[in-house]
């Protein structure tokens, strides 16, 4: 029980860690290659700029995530040997395109990309930029096929124990994978797009003269701008699509005990799994039934239809689910706010006059994008529970036999090292800004002043 | 798909092949480069820029193998991926923390400010050591059968020393094909040191070996395996003479024409081990408990997994030479333009 709690402690730890930087990879990638297509069709110099201060956030986010992606295929073996055993045929064509199709794709060209622009034409350097970008993509798109296949399984079938594919095409599109690609790549674009516009707010801040920051500034809100409305509309989609295939993780994410109809939205509750009941609820009267049923009088499935004959819950825990989630969509809704006031404020009058309670504003909002993805990953990923592969093969049947002081020591190190790492990523792109701004002639002292004349 | 007779026994054997193929990749291509991480206390802090100036562009494809690598033994063999990997798993962790440092430092030691960049070198270093002790641990007591015995353990603590060792020095070569003049001058003894320590590694493999088991004893010493199995033992030598005269010949050399021998020998010697040790294992995965048909997924997983392979390995292969075509040459400084 024990090695079954550290286990997915520490794989939640590793995969919490990584994620954070493909997250920054598959968006950037795009918006890079988006730079240096708009240097060579303009000449604008701001863009090349831009691309170069940019290419240095995608270099260290890039190495970031290659080396915890590295951690994470080795602890699939480690921690869950069991889950190679019962989908393994399933699981490993699709871990292994993706090491073939995207790894080694973007690992090859990212090294043309940053160190090659002075030894190859300008065109290859430029497909260089593309086939990491559309590498990351790739990458992306492996993953989030497999982890869907986890929550909607299909096209397989069970022999002696054992999943066996039968229908790839139904495998790769299963019902859930539309979904949460497009919120997952989505995801990645609103958080580059925080990232860009906060760093780029930060660098005004910090006085910087130059032009380009102000150009990446407007790119960023932007592209949130537009982004954000898509994203939650792609969202919703994605909680009707789980609400046909995973009622119980719904009926968690509402913290909704009983199947009924008229259900609000809660703002607040404090879910009780032990009592099976919520505290000091306030809710939006129907609101949850209009979301999911889109009528007042909708029925929502409840967490009490999932327990078992003997009392033992089979849905997740309700708490963290609901939490998530809640904190997902908070993000989210401030997100809306604030790209659509920047944008607002950002119209026709230039950029010169940004005041600068909007640039803190977004200097606030620089890792928005990181506390949504991972609050969205925690809601579906706890909202699993207790299964691994959805009514195919639970966690605990899937842990290892590696003893928990073993697993502890190594979860310390790990958490140690995660710890000095993120500091030590957000200090440096706080260093890249400074630097780049005190290199524009610009400098703290006249921080303010340069932004608001 | 009866086109090679029962799939069930032949996509074993063409995956055992892949995997073969990965794994001796990244050990020579992410040897040089942790080699270089390795040796990087030696060198001035100009030729430390220089020396990770030399992998820069390659070190994270380089990696890419090992992800392959371990990819495919849990994809084709995911039994004796959860064996070997829990079996392992101090060792790995050790491992994977040493890539991590290495991987980030190489990041972090020009992004960060200045004062800091010395942090990050020892990192880079400890990170690229961290890393070679552990797979020489791994191979240490993945050569001795995966037992945790008092014997086993000095064995593969040895072995640990001997990757090191054998890192060192294949990076060492690499810096002499990839640099000039002071530096170059350094590898050079730097790589006259590493030969000993290879050629002490490669002893000490090719004599535990036989003796962890009396089925790989009998595979090298018996006839005709004996005869046919000569020229690996006769190649390495005639390897390890020419890397001794090519190392002389290239201290006293003025022009140092041939900087590319020495390199080019080490990835020989290194294929030769390889191909040696595989020879000995096959057709066990698990050395004396599973097979790679024992461990297989099933054909039907496996082809689809070959046919992806097939069309894919070759554009890998393609854009890899094409990286180092583009980088050919002696290492010039780092730039994003």
């Known amino acids: 029980m024990e090695e079954l709690v550290l286990a997915r402690i520490q794989f939640a730890a590793n995969i919490s860690f990584h994620i954070l930087f493909p997250t920054i990879t598959i968006g950037l990638g795009w918006v890079l290659l988006f730079f240096k297509l708009r240097y060579g069709a303009s000449g604008d110099e701001r863009w090349i700029e831009a691309y170069r201060f940019w290419v240095k956030v995608f270099a260290l986010s890039f190495a970031l995530g290659v080396v915890s992606g590295i951690t994470m295929s080795f602890q699939f073996g480690t921690n869950w040997p069991g889950y190679m055993e019962k989908v393994g045929n399933i699981a490993g064509p699709l871990l292994a395109y993706e090491v073939l199709t995207a790894f080694f794709l973007e690992a090859v060209f990212i090294g043309i990309m940053l160190f090659g622009a002075s030894r190859v034409s300008n065109w290859l350097h430029t497909v260089a930029t593309f086939c990491v970008a559309f590498g990351t993509t790739m990458s992306a798109f492996w993953i989030i096929v497999l982890n869907s296949w986890m929550h909607t399984p299909v096209g397989f079938e069970l022999r002696d124990g054992v999943a066996h594919a039968t229908d790839w095409w139904a495998i790769v599109f299963n019902p859930s994978m539309p979904y949460r690609l497009t919120h997952m790549l989505m995801a990645s674009g609103l958080t580059v797009a925080f990232l860009i516009a906060g760093l780029s707010a930060l660098r005004l801040l910090m006085g910087d003269r130059s032009d380009s920051p102000r150009l990446a500034l407007k790119v960023g809100v932007y592209l949130a701008a537009v982004l954000i409305p898509l994203q939650i509309y792609a969202g919703d989609l994605h909680g009707l699509n789980t609400l046909e295939h995973q009622p119980q993780k719904i009926a968690a994410m509402e913290a909704n005990w009983e199947t009924r109809s008229n259900v609000p939205l809660l703002l607040f509750a404090i879910p009780d799994q032990a009592q099976r009941k919520n505290h000091f609820e306030i809710g939006v009267p129907n609101g949850a039934s209009l979301i999911l049923k889109h009528r007042g009088d909708g029925v929502v499935p409840g967490l009490n239809d999932y327990v078992s004959a003997d009392g033992k819950p089979l849905h997740p825990p309700v708490a963290a689910v609901f939490w998530s989630f809640r904190v997902m969509v908070g993000v989210g809704m401030l997100m809306l706010l604030v790209s659509w006031f920047a944008a607002w404020s950002l119209r026709g009058a230039g950029a010169a006059a940004i005041s600068p309670w909007l640039l803190r504003g977004l200097v606030a909002m620089t890792f928005s994008g990181w506390v949504a993805t991972l609050a969205g990953w925690y809601t579906t990923e706890i909202g699993r529970q207790p299964w691994l592969v959805q009514g195919v093969l639970t966690t605990a049947e899937a842990v290892g036999p590696v003893s928990a002081p073993l697993i502890l020591s190594t979860l310390i190190v790990y958490l140690i090292i995660y710890a000095v790492l993120a500091v030590s990523y957000i200090a440096v792109l706080v260093h890249l800004s400074r630097k780049a701004a005190e290199g524009s002639g610009g400098g703290p002292a006249t921080g303010l002043a340069a932004v608001t004349d | ?337």
């Open chain 2, 1 to 337: 798909m009866t086109l090679f007779g029962d799939p069930a026994i032949w996509l074993p054997v063409a995956f055992a092949g892949i995997l073969g193929v990965s794994i001796l990749l990244y050990v020579i291509l992410d040897g040089f480069d942790l080699g270089v991480g390795i040796l990087l206390p030696l060198a001035d802090d100009a030729e430390k820029d220089r020396m990770i100036a030399s992998i820069g562009p390659f070190w994270d494809a380089n990696e890419t193998w090992l992800v392959l690598g371990v990819g495919i033994l849990l994809v084709a063999f995911p039994t004796a991926h959860g064996v070997i990997l829990t079996a392992l798993y101090l060792p790995v962790a050790v491992m994977l923390v040493g890539l991590i440092l290495r991987g980030v430092a190489f990041e972090f030691r020009i992004k960060a400010p200045l004062e800091r960049k010395s942090i990050w070198n020892w990192t880079f270093f400890a990170g690229s050591l961290m890393t070679a002790l552990a797979q020489g641990l791994m191979l240490g007591l993945y050569i001795m059968g995966l037992e945790i015995t008092l014997i086993n353990v000095a064995f593969a603590l040895l072995m640990a020393l001997c990757v090191v060792g054998g890192y060192a020095f294949i990076g060492a070569t690499w810096l002499i094909l990839k640099t000039e003049e002071a530096l170059q001058t350094k590898a050079l003894i730097w790589a006259r040191f590493g030969l000993f320590g290879a050629a002490f590694g490669l002893a000490a493999v090719s004599l535990a070996t036989p003796f962890a088991s009396d089925r790989i004893f009998d595979k090298w010493f018996s006839m005709p395996a004996f005869v046919a199995l000569a020229p690996l033992p006769i190649v390495s030598t005639g390897l390890l003479v020419v890397l001794w005269l090519s190392l002389r010949h290239l201290s006293v050399s003025e022009n140092r024409a041939g900087d590319w021998v020495p390199f080019t020998a080490a990835v020989a010697l290194f294929v030769i081990a390889f191909v040696g040790l595989a020879y000995s294992f096959y057709p066990y995965i698990v050395p004396e408990k599973l097979t790679i048909y024992d461990a297989a997924s099933a054909p039907e997983s496996l082809m689809i997994i070959l046919v992806g392979t097939l069309v894919v390995m070759p554009v890998i292969l393609g854009y890899t030479a094409l990286s180092y075509v583009i980088f050919r040459g002696k290492a010039t400084e780092l730039r994003y333009d």
